[in-house]
């Protein structure tokens, strides 16, 4: 399998992962709101082009940017395909890396948290990732005090590896999760 820009999503669940057009990417990361939603429409919602999000698009934008072919692979939008409504945030980081480890990365609008979202966006990244033959490693990571994200990828196996500083999101624990079988 090779990912893909069509939607992922997993048979009998209807939470799907928009692949968000580069054109609108862009724009996102210039904060253009405007021209996202007329280049994405029906895609974007005020959490989605608030400030939680801003610092995310700008950099997704330069990163497509600079590697075109992560494109398939980054931050798609979560959308509940029974009502067309987008609910938050799904992907990976980028291609796999020289180590075959991918970093996935979900955000769920807090007016549609607890209601199962984030498993089935983790759920379907595990299964994209398990398919994918450069895939050997999956990595999280989540803030020490996201007692939700911590509790809810310890339930897939995911084991804490260390610590790192992010410029943006402060101390993160990180898990990972081997996607292959061992040798």
Request: hydrophobic share 40%; proline share 6%; net charge negative.
């Amino acid at each position: 399998m090779t990912v893909t820009e069509l939607p992922w999503a997993l048979d009998g669940c209807s939470l799907q992962l928009i692949h968000v057009p580069s054109l609108a990417l862009h724009a996102l990361g210039e904060d253009n709101a405007a021209l996202a939603m007329e280049l994405a429409p029906n895609l974007l919602t005020p959490y989605l082009l608030g400030e939680e999000c801003q610092g995310l698009w700008r950099y997704r934008s330069k990163q497509i940017a600079e590697n075109p072919l992560d494109s398939a692979w980054i931050t798609r939008i979560a959308v509940d395909a029974r009502t067309s409504a987008p609910v938050g945030l799904a992907g990976f980081h980028g291609r796999p890396d020289a180590r075959g480890m991918v970093e996935i990365g979900y955000r769920i609008d807090p007016g549609f948290r607890r209601q199962g979202y984030a498993r089935t966006a983790l759920e379907i990244l595990l299964d994209i990732a398990s398919r994918e033959s450069e895939v050997h490693v999956v990595r999280a990571t989540v803030s020490p005090d996201n007692a939700a994200s911590r509790n809810l990828i310890s339930q897939y196996g995911f084991n804490e590896v260390g610590e790192q500083w992010d410029q943006e999101d402060g101390l993160e624990t990180i898990f990972e999760f081997s996607a292959s079988p061992e040798p």
